[in-house]
């Protein structure tokens, strides 16, 4: 039987439990209507939702900061933000107040002003949910490290889809989503279970 390698966040001295919610900033990254039907449909989609809209209640309760992502690729897409495919679904709907950044790429942080935003509001430490974990939370999660963010992703409150292998095979969104969390704890965040692993 194998056993887990050592981490580098482990080799670098880096903390293993997440920041306080209270301390924290949550962004919500493309929980939009796309990936619950059609096409796009993820594993899991719903009680990922559901995570996210518990993580977001209590980041109101806390009255921290909260920032939607809307993922827009231009009209007729799944992805069009103008349409109800790629609007925010309505478990996780923003607030009055609550910032909306609508991005291009699969980093939150290019070509947007959620670096600025969160520096301003004195942010150091983020709370990284939504979709789909192998790509816009992979991205986003490791484009925050590299602005020195202290980033937390609660799995639970991520989800993604099969995809093919180079040889041909199909990678179950069970292996793919284990595999991506995995990917990010050795180094670019705390990877939690869920939203319960995070104290207020």
């Known amino acids: 039987m194998s056993t887990a390698s050592t981490t580098l966040r482990q080799l670098t001295g ?3 439990t997440p920041a306080p919610l209270s301390e924290s900033a949550l962004i919500i990254v493309d929980a939009q209507n796309t990936y619950r039907e059609g096409i796009m449909q993820l594993t899991g989609v719903e009680p990922a939702l559901d995570q996210c ?3 977001l209640a209590r980041a109101r309760a806390l009255k921290i900061p909260v920032l939607h992502i809307q993922h827009d690729a231009g009209p007729g897409t799944p992805y069009d933000v103008r349409a109800e495919i790629g609007a925010i679904a309505d478990k ?3 607030a009055d107040g609550e910032a909306v950044v609508v991005k291009n790429y699969p ?3 290019i070509g947007t002003d ?3 935003r969160l520096k301003a509001a004195g942010v150091k430490n983020l709370v990284v949910t939504g979709f789909m974990t192998h790509m816009c939370i992979n991205s986003t999660a490791r484009g925050a490290f590299n602005l020195g963010y202290a980033v ?3 799995a639970a409150a ?3 889809r099969p995809l093919a292998a180079p040889d041909g095979s199909v990678v179950s969104a069970e292996s793919l989503q284990a595999a991506a969390l995995a990917a990010l704890g050795d180094l670019f965040a705390v990877v939690v279970p ?3 692993a995070i104290v207020d």
Request: aromatic share 4%.
């Open 14 to 16: 880096q903390p293993d």
């Open 53 to 55: 809209a518990t993580l």
């Open 92 to 94: 996780v709907a923003p």
């Open 107 to 109: 980093n939150s942080f």
């Open 114 to 116: 959620l670096d600025e």
């Open 152 to 154: 937390t992703v609660p």
């Open 158 to 160: 991520t989800a993604t």
């Open 194 to 196: 869920d939203e319960a």
